[in-house]
């Protein structure tokens, strides 16, 4: 009787994530399992499988029976109490040394108690951020791993030999301890909400204010992609600019209505980054306006209302089409330089000892925010490991300074034509008070002491003092 093959890998969800990653490691040699309750997404797996070195299982027990020990697995799943569902479901199927990887997009305070709990009784846990959408997945994405590292360095083989490569590289490296793979994921996540509402204003600019059909928007998409804004979500705006519904002649953009969803992992990143104190103006403003685009009905009313004029831009078009561009990549850079912020202060309040450069390297390739201006942050970081903000850089000070005068061109112009441009707006006010040597917060400072006795500080003078700012 022959023995039954046992396999190096298991995957836990065969959803298009799970499925395309499992798919990725058997081209691979990866000898992989896949686990799911519907048992024609295990059968569609094994269809697939170029290698006939995956299979399919839909009964949990046989699935981890059929593991090599120690038996590593990762769950794609959806964030929240499945994942603990599912951790309950493998604990009595497994042994101390076990391996189990959130592949998911966890939060990362439930990342932090799960790998308390998994290391008390003795499984290996980490969290894994995994971005570049289904075809990343299954060509190669971008990994985020923290958490257990000797877990990590067990599967760092085979998380190389399936991330994107860029310059031969593979796009994964350790993170550093407890959740910081997945803080690292939702901070990408956060940048990726930034660019894309950016995207969307630029459009709005270009239709409403411009006056631009379809085709010259596209256009203008796609020589973008071509220069310096080259990146993953600029091809995806041309490309969905080219896209018609087959049988139909226009585009199917025109028929999607105007309101945008959200998974959280962007209202995760604002929430987060105020407990840390780490301004991140045009990432917020991004999360707002996906809520604001939700309210349709109310803002159907408010344009019958205050009855919008038409609001074009009084602009010589060529010329404007240049300092667009220009403000975009301003706006780019203003909005990575949030995030990247953001991830220094979070390195020093968890003591995760984040490499910015690192992950700077494996945004690169195989992710959703990937773009040629993270070769610039990646330089700016492997010159100075200790650099407080990126803004600081002498290089992109250079691109910053040149591309300025677009970005203040461009808010001016919306501003006054009434064209919501919100993230465009905050990206410049953000940079405006970042170098003032001296803003106007010590009026707040004079007021929170007026009313509530807050106190305030003085220059030159140690300690702390409070006036009585009336006579009583």
Not at 167 to 189: E, L, Q, R, W
Not at 342 to 348: D, I, K, T
Not at 352 to 380: H, M, P, Q, T, V
Request: glycine fraction near 10%.
């Amino acid at each position: 009787m022959s023995t039954p093959t046992k396999y190096d890998f298991g995957m836990i969800g065969l959803g298009t994530m799970g499925r395309n990653l499992l798919l990725n490691m058997g081209d691979h040699g990866v000898k992989g399992a896949g686990f799911d309750k519907d048992a024609s997404k295990g059968a569609l797996l094994e269809q697939e499988s170029t290698n006939g070195n995956l299979k399919g299982f839909s009964d949990v027990k046989e699935f981890t029976q059929s593991l090599n020990s120690p038996k590593a697995i990762m769950m794609l799943v959806p964030a929240g109490k499945i994942v603990d569902d599912v951790i309950e479901e493998l604990l009595p199927l497994l042994d101390k040394g076990d391996l189990i990887i959130d592949g998911g997009n966890s939060y990362f305070a439930d990342t932090n108690r799960r790998v308390e709990y998994l290391e008390g009784k003795g499984i290996h846990f980490f969290g894994m951020g995994v971005s570049g959408g289904e075809e990343g997945a299954r060509r190669g994405p971008s990994m985020m791993p923290g958490g257990d590292k000797d877990a990590y360095n067990v599967m760092k083989p085979i998380l190389e030999s399936i991330a994107a490569k860029v310059d031969g590289a593979p796009c994964v490296t350790y993170i550093g301890p407890g959740a910081s793979g997945h803080f690292v994921k939702m901070v990408h996540n956060g940048i990726e909400y930034g660019i894309m509402q950016l995207l969307a204003e630029t459009y709005e600019i270009m239709k409403k204010g411009l006056k631009m059909d379809n085709e010259a928007i596209g256009k203008i998409f796609t020589e973008w992609n071509e220069g310096r804004l080259k990146s993953f979500l600029m091809e995806v705006t041309s490309d969905i600019f080219q896209y018609k519904a087959p049988g139909t002649d226009h585009l199917l953009l025109d028929d999607i209505k105007d309101e945008a969803r959200a998974k959280g992992t962007g209202k995760w990143t604002s929430q987060v980054a105020m407990d840390l104190q780490a301004p991140i103006p045009t990432i917020d403003s991004a999360v707002s306006m996906r809520d604001l685009s939700k309210y349709k009905s109310l803002r159907v009313q408010a344009a019958k209302l205050y009855s919008p004029e038409d609001p074009a831009l009084s602009v010589n078009k060529e010329e404007y089409l240049v300092a667009l561009e220009q403000a975009f990549y301003f706006n780019m850079i203003i909005t990575y330089s949030q995030g990247m912020h953001m991830l220094l202060r979070a390195s020093a309040e968890y003591k995760y000892d984040l490499k910015l450069d690192e992950i700077a390297k494996i945004w690169r390739g195989g992710c959703i925010i990937r773009s040629i201006f993270l070769n610039d942050i990646y330089n700016a970081y492997q010159a100075n490991p200790e650099l407080e903000h990126l803004l600081l850089d002498a290089g992109v000070k250079k691109e910053v300074t040149g591309a300025l005068a677009g970005a203040r061109t461009v808010v001016s112009a919306v501003t006054a034509a009434g064209i919501a441009a919100p993230c465009y707006a905050s990206a410049l006010s953000y940079f405006d008070a970042f170098r003032s040597g001296r803003m106007p917060s010590n009026l707040i400072q004079a007021q929170r002491d007026y009313f509530g006795a807050h106190t305030y500080e003085l220059i030159g003078k140690e300690g702390t003092f409070h006036t009585q700012w009336v006579a009583k």
